[in-house]
């Protein structure tokens, strides 16, 4: 009598434990009906304490992805209103290829403003914060229900979180991020270009002169050559003083040894360079055109007095910066 009446005692409570089960996943099917709705509208939807409070609550047999965020502008919170087109473009994808909820994951978003207490039980000091509450029953159930959570270290784009939350899903064909077509940026480049036409079509005939210009191009050369042969690239890459002391009381404009130099160095080095290159052009091409013997004979002196001098000073140079340099010319 006792063993038929412990039977019927298990069967009720298993029945009731069944039963209970099933109205928990029912009714969690209806609550994701119902949000999905609200996805289907604004994908992702807003939430307030009260929604997040129902969606989060176990038993679920969905999956939820939940943004806290802080958009207003007196919270200064630029990662938050950057991240906020971002987030809006993976729901919208996810919505427009998962209409009917097959894949049961909603997408929603939780402002400080609306949700103030839920930052504070979640002890938020910062925003924006990705949580991805996995579901409790059904397929890639996890009982404890506990959330991952996503941290926004820096700017974070669409592609980029979308695969984060397919990490979190149970393996399958899920839908992908499809930016919307930037028909303004489009705009812009098609009316830059337009214009670059215009403009290079009426200068055209104004621009290929200079353009075919030889001693234009002559001058370029020789400003970068100046440039890279005193050494400036050597400047930039070892960040080397301009000038030094000389152990004295005075000032040292150049530095012991070929490997080292001094910024005022450089600018010294060039200089001579640029006035022995200008010597000799001018000793090659301008003088030669000077009709008057007399005075081309007095522009020849002057140019090879400038380029004897401006050798002799490049020499002790080299004698300066090695003292075992054995050339050297009068004057220096």
């Not at 604004?42 to 999956?63: C, G, H, I, M, Q």
């Not at 002559?218 to 100046?226: D, N, T, V, W, Y």
């Not at 000389?246 to 450089?266: H, K, L, P, V, W």
Request: aromatic share 14%.
């Amino acid at each position: 009598m006792h063993l038929f009446k412990f039977l019927a005692l298990t069967a009720l409570t298993l029945s009731s434990a069944v039963t209970a089960a099933k109205k928990g996943a029912s009714a969690s099917s209806s609550k994701f009906d119902t949000y999905l709705g609200k996805q289907a509208s604004s994908a992702p939807f807003e939430l307030d304490e009260k929604a997040y409070n129902d969606l989060t609550v176990a038993p679920r047999d969905y999956s939820l992805a939940v943004l806290l965020t802080a958009r207003d502008a007196k919270y200064a919170c630029k990662i938050c209103r950057d991240f906020d087109l971002e987030w809006k473009i993976i729901g919208n994808s996810w919505q427009k290829a998962d209409r009917k909820g097959q894949h049961r994951v909603l997408f929603s978003t939780i402002d400080f403003d609306n949700g103030r207490n839920v930052f504070m039980k979640l002890q938020l000091q910062t925003a924006p914060v990705l949580l991805f509450f996995p579901p409790t029953v059904g397929t890639g159930a996890k009982p404890d229900g506990s959330p991952v959570r996503f941290d926004f270290l820096g700017p974070q784009t669409a592609e980029g979180v979308h695969s984060w939350i397919l990490r979190q899903l149970p393996g399958g064909d899920y839908p992908g991020v499809n930016r919307p077509i930037n028909y303004g940026r489009i705009g812009a480049t098609v009316t830059i270009l337009l214009g670059l036409f215009t403009f290079i079509t009426v200068a055209y005939p104004y621009i290929l002169p200079i353009i075919q210009n030889r001693n234009l191009w002559a001058g370029i050369s020789l400003i970068l050559i100046l440039l890279f042969t005193s050494g400036h690239m050597f400047n930039h890459i070892r960040r080397v003083p301009y000038i030094a002391g000389n152990g004295r009381g005075g000032i040292s404009y150049f530095a012991g040894g070929f490997s080292n130099q001094f910024g005022m160095e450089t600018q010294i080095v060039a200089a001579m360079y640029a006035l022995l290159a200008f010597a000799a052009i001018n000793l090659a091409l301008r003088v030669p055109r000077i009709k008057d013997s007399r005075t081309q004979q007095v522009a020849v002196i002057i140019w090879a007095t400038v380029l004897f001098g401006m050798y002799s000073f490049l020499m002790s140079v080299f004698r300066i910066k090695n003292g075992g340099y054995p050339f050297w010319l009068p004057p220096f």
